[in-house]
């Protein structure tokens, strides 16, 4: 079994009368592998976020499963086991933190796990680190920047130990800086074996993961390798999806006789070629 099953999933929003309003997600079968690293695009309205709540059971599908770690989300005394193994990092980091100290805030979620208060101590120091912000464990949130906030937010995540952190759009908020700064630290969890799924907008961001999959108006339309994916331009044109800047330059070059590899999706790829 995989480590993230998604079998024949479907998701409608309802009103509190179980009125059908809005059929979102439309027969979603994935599999993720422990230790993988998934990158989810698509347009805005293509249902990216819906199925991001979907991985802890913020949402429940309507019909189908899915399957966490080997747990059902259905099931209801799982709940807080799958949310422990699969963390979610939000858009707007000020939707998630709760303190007004930094370190106080990455020790909430392993308090309400019943951690023990001097594990808590290590997990909150060890998680700082891993984000850099150690320096800033006794400053209020308030007082951080857009960037500085996102990673407290990562860090009381990785306080509570998850097999895998879910990111939806972490960097939205951010300018190209702060941007940056988080995607270093996402391959730093993946490369420390954490299993990363992205919801990202940014095909910079999506050139990085192991493997693109790409939805479109509620259904999963492509899947494969960064490579594979953006060396198709009938699955881009279709699914409304651009190439990262630096594989477009590349391919214009490409266009001009410059001779550079077809495998250039990154600015660090591009500028290594063109030195």
Not at 101 to 113: H, Q, R, T
Not at 190 to 213: C, N, P, S
């Amino acid at each position: 079994m995989s480590f993230i099953e998604l079998k024949d999933l479907n998701f409608t929003y309802t009103t509190d009368d179980g009125e059908a309003i809005y059929h979102v997600l439309h027969d979603l079968n994935l599999t993720i592998e422990e230790g993988e690293f998934v990158a989810i695009v698509g347009r805005n309205g293509s249902g990216k976020s819906t199925l991001a709540k979907h991985f802890n059971a913020l949402l429940l599908p309507t019909t189908g499963s899915i399957t966490i770690d080997g747990m059902n989300t259905l099931d209801e005394e799982k709940i807080w086991d799958i949310r422990s193994t699969c963390g979610m990092v939000f858009q707007n980091p000020d939707n998630q933190l709760v303190s007004s100290i930094v370190e106080d805030d990455v020790a909430f979620g392993p308090e309400n796990l019943g951690v023990p208060s001097a594990e808590i101590r290590t997990r909150v120091d060890e998680a700082l680190k891993a984000v850099g912000m150690y320096e800033h464990r006794k400053k209020g949130p308030h007082l951080l920047s857009g960037g500085q906030k996102q990673r407290v937010a990562i860090a009381g995540v990785l306080a509570m130990s998850p097999k895998c952190i879910v990111f939806d759009e972490p960097t939205a908020m951010l300018d190209p800086k702060g941007r940056t700064e988080i995607m270093q630290i996402l391959k730093q969890l993946h490369k420390d074996g954490k299993t990363i799924i992205l919801i990202t907008h940014f095909m910079e961001e999506a050139a990085q993961a192991d493997r693109l999959v790409i939805m479109y108006k509620g259904r999963i339309t492509a899947q494969g390798s960064p490579k594979e994916i953006f060396a198709q331009d009938s699955i881009l044109d279709t699914n409304n999806i651009e190439r990262p800047f630096a594989a477009e330059l590349a391919k214009r070059l490409r266009d001009k006789g410059i001779d550079l590899p077809n495998d250039i999706y990154t600015e660090d790829e591009l500028e290594t070629y063109l030195r």
